[in-house]
Protein backbone atom coordinates (compact mmCIF):
# COMPACT_ATOMS: atom_id res chain seq x y z
CA UNK A 1 0.00 0.00 0.00
CA UNK A 2 1.84 3.70 -1.31
CA UNK A 3 2.05 5.93 1.66
CA UNK A 4 0.27 8.69 -0.37
CA UNK A 5 -3.16 6.44 -0.80
CA UNK A 6 -2.52 6.06 3.20
CA UNK A 7 -1.85 9.95 3.65
CA UNK A 8 -4.89 10.56 1.74
CA UNK A 9 -7.44 8.49 3.56
CA UNK A 10 -5.85 8.63 7.35
CA UNK A 11 -3.47 11.68 7.78
CA UNK A 12 -0.11 12.48 7.07
CA UNK A 13 1.04 11.03 11.01
CA UNK A 14 -0.11 7.35 9.46
CA UNK A 15 1.65 7.96 6.50
CA UNK A 16 5.24 8.78 8.39
CA UNK A 17 4.45 5.44 10.27
CA UNK A 18 3.92 3.40 7.06
CA UNK A 19 6.98 5.17 5.89
CA UNK A 20 9.39 3.79 8.77
CA UNK A 21 7.48 0.29 8.65
CA UNK A 22 8.42 -0.10 4.90
CA UNK A 23 12.11 1.26 5.42
CA UNK A 24 12.09 -1.72 8.33
CA UNK A 25 11.36 -4.18 5.71
CA UNK A 26 7.63 -4.23 6.91
CA UNK A 27 5.52 -2.45 4.74
CA UNK A 28 1.58 -1.87 5.59
CA UNK A 29 -0.05 -4.77 3.37
CA UNK A 30 -3.93 -3.88 2.55
CA UNK A 31 -6.56 -6.69 3.97
CA UNK A 32 -10.06 -7.44 2.40
CA UNK A 33 -12.13 -7.02 5.46
CA UNK A 34 -14.78 -9.47 3.96
CA UNK A 35 -12.16 -12.39 3.71
CA UNK A 36 -11.21 -12.37 7.72
CA UNK A 37 -12.98 -14.59 10.20
CA UNK A 38 -14.34 -13.64 12.90
CA UNK A 39 -12.57 -15.07 16.27
CA UNK A 40 -14.03 -17.16 18.77
CA UNK A 41 -15.28 -14.41 21.14
CA UNK A 42 -17.13 -13.14 18.54
CA UNK A 43 -18.74 -16.72 17.59
CA UNK A 44 -19.76 -16.99 21.81
CA UNK A 45 -21.56 -13.80 21.83
CA UNK A 46 -23.12 -14.45 18.66
CA UNK A 47 -24.54 -17.84 20.34
CA UNK A 48 -25.33 -16.28 24.10
CA UNK A 49 -27.48 -14.13 21.78
CA UNK A 50 -28.93 -16.71 19.85
CA UNK A 51 -29.71 -18.60 23.29
CA UNK A 52 -31.51 -15.63 25.03
CA UNK A 53 -33.60 -15.12 22.02
CA UNK A 54 -34.81 -18.77 21.45
CA UNK A 55 -35.17 -19.42 25.11
CA UNK A 56 -38.91 -17.73 25.37
CA UNK A 57 -40.47 -19.45 22.59
CA UNK A 58 -38.25 -23.04 23.63
CA UNK A 59 -40.26 -22.12 27.07
CA UNK A 60 -43.38 -21.61 26.06
CA UNK A 61 -43.26 -24.75 23.50
CA UNK A 62 -41.52 -27.19 26.96
CA UNK A 63 -44.69 -25.38 29.10
CA UNK A 64 -47.42 -25.98 26.45
CA UNK A 65 -45.97 -30.11 26.03
CA UNK A 66 -46.94 -30.43 29.97
CA UNK A 67 -50.15 -30.96 31.72
CA UNK A 68 -50.92 -28.73 35.00
CA UNK A 69 -49.81 -30.61 37.90
CA UNK A 70 -46.09 -31.07 36.21
CA UNK A 71 -45.59 -27.01 35.85
CA UNK A 72 -47.04 -26.84 39.52
CA UNK A 73 -44.52 -29.71 40.49
CA UNK A 74 -41.17 -27.49 38.54
CA UNK A 75 -41.28 -24.79 40.29
CA UNK A 76 -38.48 -22.63 39.60
CA UNK A 77 -37.68 -24.42 36.28
CA UNK A 78 -38.90 -25.58 33.11
CA UNK A 79 -41.20 -28.51 33.96
CA UNK A 80 -39.71 -30.62 30.93
CA UNK A 81 -36.86 -30.33 28.59
CA UNK A 82 -37.99 -32.48 25.32
CA UNK A 83 -41.68 -31.64 23.69
CA UNK A 84 -44.46 -34.41 24.43
CA UNK A 85 -47.66 -35.31 22.72
CA UNK A 86 -49.38 -32.91 24.77
CA UNK A 87 -48.36 -30.44 23.28
CA UNK A 88 -50.64 -31.55 20.21
CA UNK A 89 -52.95 -31.93 22.14
CA UNK A 90 -52.92 -28.62 23.29
CA UNK A 91 -52.61 -27.27 19.42
CA UNK A 92 -55.69 -28.74 18.77
CA UNK A 93 -57.89 -27.84 21.96
CA UNK A 94 -56.63 -24.06 20.82
CA UNK A 95 -58.09 -24.94 17.17
CA UNK A 96 -61.28 -26.36 18.27
CA UNK A 97 -62.08 -23.85 20.98
CA UNK A 98 -65.72 -22.53 21.02
CA UNK A 99 -64.90 -18.97 22.29
CA UNK A 100 -63.13 -17.88 19.30
CA UNK A 101 -62.41 -19.17 15.40
CA UNK A 102 -58.47 -19.00 14.92
CA UNK A 103 -58.22 -19.45 11.14
CA UNK A 104 -60.20 -16.07 11.44
CA UNK A 105 -57.99 -14.17 14.09
CA UNK A 106 -55.17 -15.90 11.48
CA UNK A 107 -56.62 -13.77 8.24
CA UNK A 108 -57.10 -11.25 10.53
CA UNK A 109 -53.75 -10.36 11.97
CA UNK A 110 -52.58 -11.41 8.32
CA UNK A 111 -54.78 -8.74 6.29
CA UNK A 112 -54.18 -5.71 8.94
CA UNK A 113 -50.09 -6.72 8.84
CA UNK A 114 -49.67 -6.76 5.21
CA UNK A 115 -51.90 -3.91 4.30
CA UNK A 116 -50.28 -1.81 6.87
CA UNK A 117 -46.73 -3.13 5.50
CA UNK A 118 -47.24 -2.25 1.95
CA UNK A 119 -48.87 0.83 2.91
CA UNK A 120 -46.17 2.10 5.59
CA UNK A 121 -43.37 1.09 3.06
CA UNK A 122 -45.10 3.14 -0.02
CA UNK A 123 -46.03 5.65 1.63
CA UNK A 124 -42.50 6.47 3.85
CA UNK A 125 -40.47 6.08 0.71
CA UNK A 126 -42.62 8.70 -1.08
CA UNK A 127 -42.05 10.91 1.71
CA UNK A 128 -38.47 10.18 2.29
CA UNK A 129 -38.01 10.95 -1.27
CA UNK A 130 -39.43 14.31 -0.73
CA UNK A 131 -37.72 15.02 1.78
CA UNK A 132 -34.16 13.95 1.17
CA UNK A 133 -34.01 14.50 -2.52
CA UNK A 134 -36.77 17.52 -3.35
CA UNK A 135 -36.34 21.39 -2.26
CA UNK A 136 -39.31 23.04 -1.45
CA UNK A 137 -40.16 25.97 1.37
CA UNK A 138 -40.14 24.77 4.77
CA UNK A 139 -39.18 21.43 4.23
CA UNK A 140 -36.66 21.13 6.91
CA UNK A 141 -39.78 22.39 9.52
CA UNK A 142 -42.21 19.36 8.38
CA UNK A 143 -39.29 17.04 8.79
CA UNK A 144 -38.80 18.05 12.10
CA UNK A 145 -42.67 18.09 13.15
CA UNK A 146 -42.39 14.81 11.59
CA UNK A 147 -39.66 13.38 14.14
CA UNK A 148 -41.56 15.01 17.12
CA UNK A 149 -44.29 12.51 16.88
CA UNK A 150 -41.74 10.07 18.15
CA UNK A 151 -41.45 11.32 20.87
CA UNK A 152 -45.36 11.31 21.75
CA UNK A 153 -46.76 7.54 23.46
CA UNK A 154 -48.90 6.00 21.56
CA UNK A 155 -50.88 5.90 25.21
CA UNK A 156 -51.39 9.30 24.88
CA UNK A 157 -53.91 9.52 21.57
CA UNK A 158 -55.42 6.52 22.51
CA UNK A 159 -58.67 8.54 23.88
CA UNK A 160 -58.84 10.15 21.27
CA UNK A 161 -58.45 7.95 18.70
CA UNK A 162 -60.92 5.90 20.23
CA UNK A 163 -63.22 8.74 19.59
CA UNK A 164 -62.57 9.12 16.32
CA UNK A 165 -63.00 5.57 15.71
CA UNK A 166 -66.18 5.45 17.54
CA UNK A 167 -67.44 8.78 14.91
CA UNK A 168 -66.37 6.92 12.23
CA UNK A 169 -68.00 3.82 12.84
CA UNK A 170 -64.99 1.23 13.27
CA UNK A 171 -65.27 0.03 16.24
CA UNK A 172 -64.94 -4.10 15.93
CA UNK A 173 -64.07 -3.37 12.45
CA UNK A 174 -60.71 -3.98 11.18
CA UNK A 175 -60.39 -0.45 10.10
CA UNK A 176 -59.51 0.79 13.43
CA UNK A 177 -56.76 -1.47 13.45
CA UNK A 178 -55.62 -0.68 9.68
CA UNK A 179 -55.97 3.21 8.86
CA UNK A 180 -54.07 4.78 11.96
CA UNK A 181 -51.08 2.73 10.83
CA UNK A 182 -51.02 3.26 7.45
CA UNK A 183 -48.16 6.01 7.00
CA UNK A 184 -45.65 6.15 10.50
CA UNK A 185 -42.63 8.77 11.34
CA UNK A 186 -39.77 5.92 11.95
CA UNK A 187 -40.42 4.69 8.64
CA UNK A 188 -40.44 8.64 7.35
CA UNK A 189 -37.30 8.70 8.93
CA UNK A 190 -35.81 5.73 7.76
CA UNK A 191 -36.46 5.62 4.26
CA UNK A 192 -35.14 9.92 4.28
CA UNK A 193 -31.90 8.64 5.68
CA UNK A 194 -31.55 6.11 3.23
CA UNK A 195 -32.02 7.90 0.27
CA UNK A 196 -29.80 10.62 0.98
CA UNK A 197 -27.06 8.64 0.49
CA UNK A 198 -28.13 5.58 -1.77
CA UNK A 199 -29.64 7.71 -4.54
CA UNK A 200 -27.55 10.29 -6.33
CA UNK A 201 -29.01 13.30 -7.07
CA UNK A 202 -27.91 13.20 -10.82
CA UNK A 203 -30.02 10.14 -11.42
CA UNK A 204 -33.01 12.61 -10.32
CA UNK A 205 -32.18 15.25 -12.32
CA UNK A 206 -31.18 13.04 -15.77
CA UNK A 207 -34.84 11.06 -15.24
CA UNK A 208 -36.75 15.05 -15.07
CA UNK A 209 -34.50 16.05 -18.06
CA UNK A 210 -35.97 12.78 -20.22
CA UNK A 211 -38.94 14.59 -19.15
CA UNK A 212 -39.94 12.04 -16.43
CA UNK A 213 -42.68 13.36 -14.06
CA UNK A 214 -42.16 13.75 -10.44
CA UNK A 215 -43.76 10.32 -9.94
CA UNK A 216 -42.40 8.62 -12.52
CA UNK A 217 -39.07 9.60 -11.36
CA UNK A 218 -40.26 8.16 -7.93
CA UNK A 219 -41.63 4.97 -9.07
CA UNK A 220 -38.72 4.32 -11.98
CA UNK A 221 -36.13 5.89 -9.90
CA UNK A 222 -36.22 5.72 -6.11
CA UNK A 223 -38.06 3.45 -5.40
CA UNK A 224 -35.77 0.58 -6.65
CA UNK A 225 -33.09 2.43 -5.06
CA UNK A 226 -35.05 1.98 -1.60
CA UNK A 227 -35.72 -1.67 -2.16
CA UNK A 228 -33.60 -3.11 0.42
CA UNK A 229 -34.50 -0.33 2.93
CA UNK A 230 -38.03 -0.90 1.96
CA UNK A 231 -37.62 -4.82 2.79
CA UNK A 232 -35.97 -4.05 6.05
CA UNK A 233 -38.98 -1.70 6.94
CA UNK A 234 -41.40 -3.90 5.75
CA UNK A 235 -40.64 -6.91 8.30
CA UNK A 236 -40.12 -4.70 11.00
CA UNK A 237 -43.90 -3.22 9.76
CA UNK A 238 -45.00 -6.47 9.87
CA UNK A 239 -43.48 -8.00 12.84
CA UNK A 240 -44.84 -5.03 15.44
CA UNK A 241 -48.47 -4.87 13.52
CA UNK A 242 -48.71 -8.39 13.89
CA UNK A 243 -48.03 -8.89 17.89
CA UNK A 244 -50.06 -5.67 18.61
CA UNK A 245 -51.93 -5.98 21.74
CA UNK A 246 -52.66 -2.76 23.30
CA UNK A 247 -54.79 -0.89 20.75
CA UNK A 248 -56.61 -4.23 19.31
CA UNK A 249 -57.84 -4.90 22.75
CA UNK A 250 -59.10 -1.59 23.05
CA UNK A 251 -61.26 -1.15 19.54
CA UNK A 252 -62.22 -4.83 19.33
CA UNK A 253 -65.08 -6.67 20.18
CA UNK A 254 -66.45 -9.71 18.72
CA UNK A 255 -63.43 -9.72 16.04
CA UNK A 256 -60.03 -10.75 17.60
CA UNK A 257 -56.51 -11.12 16.30
CA UNK A 258 -53.58 -13.43 17.15
CA UNK A 259 -52.45 -11.61 20.01
CA UNK A 260 -56.11 -11.21 21.30
CA UNK A 261 -56.20 -15.07 21.22
CA UNK A 262 -54.13 -15.93 24.25
CA UNK A 263 -56.42 -13.70 27.12
CA UNK A 264 -59.59 -15.65 25.61
CA UNK A 265 -57.88 -19.30 26.55
CA UNK A 266 -57.71 -18.13 30.18
CA UNK A 267 -60.41 -19.18 32.61
CA UNK A 268 -62.88 -16.97 34.25
CA UNK A 269 -61.43 -18.65 37.67
CA UNK A 270 -58.91 -21.00 36.75
CA UNK A 271 -55.84 -20.95 33.74
CA UNK A 272 -54.52 -23.85 32.24
CA UNK A 273 -50.64 -22.56 31.95
CA UNK A 274 -50.01 -25.43 29.23
CA UNK A 275 -52.85 -24.40 27.08
CA UNK A 276 -52.28 -20.55 27.52
CA UNK A 277 -48.58 -21.31 26.31
CA UNK A 278 -49.54 -23.36 23.44
CA UNK A 279 -51.65 -20.25 21.93
CA UNK A 280 -48.61 -18.02 22.59
CA UNK A 281 -46.63 -20.61 20.68
CA UNK A 282 -49.06 -20.70 17.42
CA UNK A 283 -49.10 -16.92 18.06
CA UNK A 284 -45.59 -16.44 17.45
CA UNK A 285 -45.13 -19.61 14.68
CA UNK A 286 -46.32 -17.69 11.80
CA UNK A 287 -43.23 -15.08 12.16
CA UNK A 288 -40.69 -17.58 12.73
CA UNK A 289 -41.73 -18.97 9.18
CA UNK A 290 -42.05 -15.28 7.68
CA UNK A 291 -37.80 -14.67 8.94
CA UNK A 292 -36.97 -18.10 7.76
CA UNK A 293 -38.32 -17.69 4.47
CA UNK A 294 -37.17 -13.09 3.98
CA UNK A 295 -34.29 -13.60 6.30
CA UNK A 296 -31.57 -14.15 3.66
CA UNK A 297 -32.94 -12.16 0.82
CA UNK A 298 -33.41 -9.02 3.85
CA UNK A 299 -29.56 -9.76 4.76
CA UNK A 300 -28.45 -9.91 1.26
CA UNK A 301 -30.99 -7.33 0.44
CA UNK A 302 -29.43 -4.86 2.87
CA UNK A 303 -25.92 -5.21 1.96
CA UNK A 304 -26.34 -4.98 -1.56
CA UNK A 305 -27.98 -1.65 -0.50
CA UNK A 306 -25.14 -1.29 1.85
CA UNK A 307 -22.38 -1.69 -0.91
CA UNK A 308 -24.40 0.31 -3.53
CA UNK A 309 -24.49 3.32 -1.08
Do not use: C
Request: hydrophobic share 55%.
Amino acid sequence: MSTGFIENTAGPSAARYAKKRADRGRPIVAHNPSSRRPGWVTYLFLGAVIVLSVFPLYAAAMYGSSTTTEITRAVGSLPRWLPTLQLWENFAEVFAAEQFNLWLAFFNSLLVAVTVSASVVFFSTLAGFAFAKLRFRGRHALYIAVLATLIIPAQVGTIPMFVMMNEFGWIDSLLALTVPGLVGAFGVFWMTQYLQEALPYELVEAARVDGASMFRTFWSIALPAARPAAATLALFTFIGSWNSFFWPSVVMRSQLTMPLVVPQLQGAFTSDTGLVMAGVFLVALPLLVVLALAGRQLVSGVMAGAIKG
